[in-house]
């Protein structure tokens, strides 16, 4: 058996093989369903939306942009959900404890009910690896979230990446701070809290983020900043300006001058 | 088990020397055990220590340990569960074993009996065995009647009585008082009166002895089945079990699995035929040597499907494999259903896919590795107490609730008599989507007495305030607020220049003289 596979034929075939496997891997699932953001620029990127059944990355920043991150990765939850399926968030407890926990109330902002999440808590970030692969595999979950602190390993985001594959949900990581660390995400981005626009009575606006897309398997990389419409539910592009956003308000004048 | 505590240091030491145990009794140390050989040499319980070792300087003494000698009486308790669910502990040397129904499973109750006393005596143990229809009975034959010295079985001389049912008067009447339960004082005053035999009791008018002896009657009556007597069980009783019994033990964690799975598929049609499915099992492993381990896990539907409750197992192994030593093997593998509930046959969709089992499914096991409540939903509470007003509740245990909120939203849906199901209040106060368990301390510069904050300094990052939205008081309820002198927090939405937003409140009013204390609380997208 040894001297047959240092030959070279049967090493030869032995890769093409692995290639030929690996080739598949790779564009399997190119025609899932993508799910839009709903900006013209992102979609055409990514071309067409955000890939569904695999594995997207997301990191804050800089720690202080760790709720925009959150947001980011809540934002996208809403957006993928299906009906009759779940999102499921998972954080260990020392990420709950440095980085605060999350909070019902304030998720409805996002479009998404409590009675569609599912909080997972778990105690070590290799449980936190555990309990998404698992989650990834059901195919009862439109979206699944980890957090991590620490970046997983290639292997851990194959392996993630696999698992989505079979269970046909998003997944995400959600990374405490950025990294350059190798991994199979379709998509990474770099999250950070942009200065947003007062409303019309000087009170904060809605939230807005600048997006970088650092990575990109089917198009090109970009930055954006966007807000989170709390009211729609939906992204827009921050960078239609002031005045066009506020020109779509006809109310607004109405409202002055009665 | 008269020789429990002398057993109990003998299984590891020389079994034929003689050996007492001493305890301090009223300030002088008495024997309180003595093994064979010690009794052989005349030594007895209550005898003080100084003269047995007068008599024979060289016997073995060891320290009474009553926590151990109780933790090995458990330990044989749960070994029983062999013969039975229903062990009854009966402290200091006893075990009360329920075999009703059991006995034809081991050839019969003499059989059984032998059994046990043959496997006992294995671990270095000596019983002796009474088998009586009350519970009174059995103890007093056990303890106190000397047993047939030939038996049918080798081991059993001397070791196993049988009471036959209705016999009890006859075999009861010899023994003395004591063999009745009775407390010392009891025993002692009844001696003073001269009765001393349980036959000099039996046909006494009854009503002068219970006026004056506390209990006498209630354990007559108990020992000879007048009065029911019921066995307290160690452990729940589970409401269905099957178990699988191995002449060479098993210690892969494959084939403990494979046993797992298999008694599954026994179980499931038991439940099917009640119409219930299992909301706790319990699976238990039998060491050879005696040690008995036993895992529990939930789940949030009520379950039978073999595979998923072998998957569970698996799940919850995986973890707690460290604590779990197979030694030379299992010979017992048992699988119960300690909770179960109504199981109603469900009508699937055709079309799609069922994912609400799916996602059950997944809940369990999560929950079988990590613990049921790690897995939670959030169930919004009413109060205004940022910290009240979510609550984590595992996610097995929101079935029932998602039925209420439905109902909840039927009537509310009635009384607005609208379409929309149910809407957030848009007039509700924005509230932070991460929120910390314990708020962060900030060095806060704000306008006085009560203005926003203009910049702080939170994990040594300073942040220039741009937006505010506030203040919003939130006050502790009076019903939460013992004292009376709780602060009230005045808490602020704000907006970095970089973007930043945080929920940050002040405790308490602006105090003169004295600084005021700020927090961030929360963190906003």
């Known amino acids: 058996m040894v001297p047959a596979m240092l030959s070279a034929e049967p090493m030869e075939q032995h890769l093409s093989y692995l290639r030929r496997a690996i080739a598949t891997v790779e564009t399997f699932c190119e025609d899932s369903p993508s799910r839009a953001l709903g900006v013209g620029a992102i979609d055409a990127a990514l071309g067409g939306g955000l890939q569904g059944a695999t594995l997207h990355e997301a990191s804050a920043a800089a720690p202080v942009h760790l709720g925009a991150a959150a947001g980011f990765a809540l934002a996208l939850a809403a957006l993928a959900r299906e009906p009759h399926k779940q999102t499921l968030w998972i954080s260990t407890d020392f990420g709950s404890l440095e980085t605060g926990a999350l909070y019902g109330p304030g998720l409805d902002q996002f479009g998404l009910s409590t009675d569609q999440l599912l909080v997972a808590h778990v105690a070590r970030p290799v449980d936190a690896l555990f309990a998404m692969e698992e989650a990834l595999k059901c195919r009862a979950l439109a979206t699944v979230v980890a957090e991590f602190a620490d970046t997983p390993d290639l292997t851990a985001t194959r392996r993630l990446s696999l698992a989505a594959r079979d269970g046909g949900g998003i997944g995400l990581l959600l990374r405490h701070k950025a990294s350059n660390a190798p991994s199979v995400a379709r998509t990474r981005w770099q999250i950070a809290a942009a200065p947003s626009v007062p409303d019309e009575f000087g009170g904060l606006g809605h939230t807005a983020f600048t997006l970088s897309l650092t990575r990109n398997r089917r198009g090109p990389c970009g930055t954006w900043t966007l807000i989170w419409d709390h009211h729609e539910h939906a992204f827009s592009a921050l960078s239609v300006g002031v005045d066009a956003a506020a020109s779509d308000r006809p109310d607004r004048e109405t409202r002055r001058t009665g | 088990m008269r020789r429990l505590p002398t057993d109990r240091i003998a299984k590891h030491d020389a079994p034929d020397e003689a050996l007492v145990i001493a305890a301090p009794v009223k300030s002088a140390l008495r024997l309180s055990a003595v093994n064979d050989a010690a009794a052989a040499l005349g030594l007895a319980v209550g005898m003080p220590l100084a003269d047995a070792r007068a008599r024979y300087p060289k016997i073995a003494v060891a320290e009474a340990d009553e926590a151990a000698d109780l933790a090995l009486l458990e330990a044989i308790a749960d070994w029983c569960d062999r013969y039975t669910p229903l062990v009854g502990l009966d402290a200091p040397d006893g075990l009360t074993l329920d075999i009703s129904g059991c006995a034809h499973l081991f050839g019969g109750e003499a059989a059984l009996a032998a059994d046990l006393v043959r496997r006992l005596e294995a671990h270095g143990l000596q019983a002796r065995v009474a088998i009586a229809a009350t519970v009174g009975c059995a103890w007093g034959v056990a303890r106190y009647l000397s047993l047939p010295q030939r038996g049918r079985v080798a081991g059993e001389a001397g070791r196993v009585g049988s009471v036959a049912s209705g016999d009890e008067r006859n075999a009861l009447s010899p023994l003395p008082l004591a063999a009745l339960r009775l407390a010392p004082d009891v025993i002692e005053a009844l001696a003073q009166v001269g009765l001393k035999r349980i036959a000099d009791v039996l046909d006494r008018p009854r009503a002068p002895l219970a006026a004056r002896f506390n209990h006498l009657m209630r354990r007559l009556d108990q020992a ?69 381990f036993r895992i529990e896990v939930g789940t949030g539907e009520p379950l039978r499907d073999p595979p998923r409750v072998a998957r569970l197992f698996a799940e919850r192994l995986d973890v707690i494999n460290d604590e779990i030593d197979p030694g030379f093997g299992f010979d017992v593998v048992r699988l119960c259903a300690l909770v179960t509930e109504r199981s109603d046959p469900q009508q699937t969709g055709l079309a799609a896919p069922d994912h609400a089992a799916e996602l059950a499914h997944l809940i369990d096991r999560l929950g079988a590795r990590f613990g049921l409540r790690r897995v939670t939903r959030l169930i919004e509470q009413d109060t205004h107490i940022p910290e009240y007003a979510a609550m984590a509740m595992g996610a097995h245990m929101s079935r029932h609730v998602e039925v209420r909120n439905s109902v909840a939203n039927q009537t509310r849906r009635l009384a607005a008599n609208s379409v929309h199901a149910f809407q957030q209040d848009s007039a509700a106060p924005t509230r932070p989507i991460r929120l910390f368990t314990r708020p962060e301390p900030v060095e806060a510069m704000a306008e006085v007495p009560d203005g926003p904050p203009v910049r702080f300094r939170w994990r040594r990052m300073l942040h220039e305030i741009v937006h505010v939205e506030g203040p919003e008081r939130i006050a502790t309820e009076w019903w939460r607020d013992e004292t009376g002198h709780a602060l009230t927090r005045d808490y602020f939405r704000v907006e970095s220049r970089e973007g930043v937003r945080v929920w940050v409140f002040r405790e308490g009013l602006f105090v003169a003289d004295e600084a005021t204390r700020w927090f961030v609380h929360g963190v906003f997208a």
Do not use: C, Y
């Open chain 2, 224 to 292: 000879l089945g007048i009065a029911d007597e019921p066995i307290t069980p160690r452990l729940p009783i589970p409401s269905a079990l099957v178990e699988q019994r191995f002449n060479d033990p098993i210690a892969l964690e494959r084939d403990v699995l494979g046993t797992i799975e298999r008694l599954a598929t026994r179980l499931a049609p038991v439940l099917e035929q009640r119409g219930e499915g299992a909301r706790l099992l319990q699976v238990a492993l039998f060491r050879t040597d005696g040690k008995v």
